[in-house]
């Protein structure tokens, strides 16, 4: 099965037999580099020219490349700093990948994307590896005052974890495939004034397509969202039963996610598309359904109830529970009485 990653600038089809993670499919770059006679604990600032030039590979265009790996030696692994985005597609036809505590319900194939910024790689030089597949790395600045570039915001599975990668079905991977043999192809034309829309068109085709099949995914994996929404909802109840409001705060999307186990993208995204709502808004909604419980509560001033629910103003509590509510707390402590 396919994984696709997005590596800024180059384009990489993975497909090895062995289990697919995120770590080994970064290692196919960030291992290169024993060449560079660098310490393998030091991290090394990785561009598109440095990841060609050590990968043995033609550089066709200098703000994104496409790569075969099977066409590569044996690399070590190392640790490198990206300033691209990437973007690998891997097979996984033998074995089973697992998410949590269950399996993969897609396996023939996986992506995973890749951000520029990342440190990607392992702490182990002495592992060595012969990758195999294709790979797609993307500069910033080849998208540059395109349609794309706006758009990237909306690609949150970029910041997704390697667990929460996208996993294909077959007609989903001939997309994908159809996709990289479009940018691969203009690639092997000579650069000209069109070059880097026409790229840049492609990519944004795949990643809208990327878009399209996580929200299948989403759809396809009903059991495991209802178990991360079950879990979701027992850490905002246990959370208001202690003192963590006084002392810590509201709760926020991100120390959510991290109590589940996801990336704050795909936590929200997650929450976004089963229940319609964005994970801010259901963590304000559950805050105020909490505060009208303990308005019935008379002997506790507002003030007071805000300060216990992790508001530092009350002039915020007031606001929120208007939002929502329509009425002020105060009013609606009244309307109840």
């Known amino acids: ?121 392992t702490d182990a030089p002495e592992e060595v590896f012969q990758p195999k597949g294709w790979g797609l790395l993307f500069h910033p600045d080849l998208i540059y005052g395109t349609s794309l570039a706006p758009k990237m915001k909306k690609y949150t599975f970029f910041s997704y974890e390697s667990n929460e990668a996208l996993h294909l079905s077959k007609k989903e991977q001939t997309i994908v495939l159809d996709c990289f043999n479009r940018i691969l192809e203009e690639l092997n034309n000579n650069i000209d004034d069109h070059s880097q829309t026409l790229v840049s068109v492609y990519i944004e085709l795949l990643l809208d397509y990327f878009v399209r099949f996580y929200e299948r995914q989403f759809i396809t994996r009903k059991t495991v969202n209802k178990d991360v929404l079950i879990r979701f909802e027992n850490f905002l109840d246990d959370y208001f039963t202690t003192d963590k409001p006084q002392n810590i705060g509201l709760p926020t999307v991100k120390n959510c996610a991290e109590q589940l186990f996801l990336s704050p993208n795909y936590f929200g995204d997650l929450i976004k598309k089963e229940t319609g709502k964005t994970a801010q808004e259901y963590i304000q909604i559950k805050i105020i359904g909490i505060a009208k419980e303990r ?30 509510v329509g009425c002020t707390p105060n009013e609606y402590r009244a309307q109840a009485s």
């Open 295 to 324: 308005l019935q509560d008379t002997s506790k001033t507002i003030s007071e109830i805000a300060y216990e629910l992790g508001f530092q103003y009350v002039p915020h509590f007031n606001r929120s529970f208007k939002k929502i």
């Open 1 to 121: 099965m396919p994984v696709i990653i997005p590596i800024t600038g180059m384009l990489i089809n993975i497909t090895d037999s062995d289990n697919y993670s995120k770590k080994m499919a970064i290692n196919v770059l960030s291992l290169l580099s024993e060449s560079t006679g660098n310490d393998m604990n030091e991290i090394v600032k990785a561009d598109i020219h440095w990841s060609n030039n050590h990968m043995g590979v033609e550089t066709l265009h200098p703000l994104v490349s496409v790569i075969d790996f099977s066409k590569l030696n044996p690399i070590h692994s190392f640790k490198i700093n990206i300033d691209f985005y990437a973007v690998f597609l891997k097979d996984t036809k033998t074995g089973s990948l697992t998410y949590g505590r269950n399996y993969y319900d897609y396996q023939e194939g996986s992506i995973v994307c890749t951000a520029p910024g990342q440190v990607l790689g």
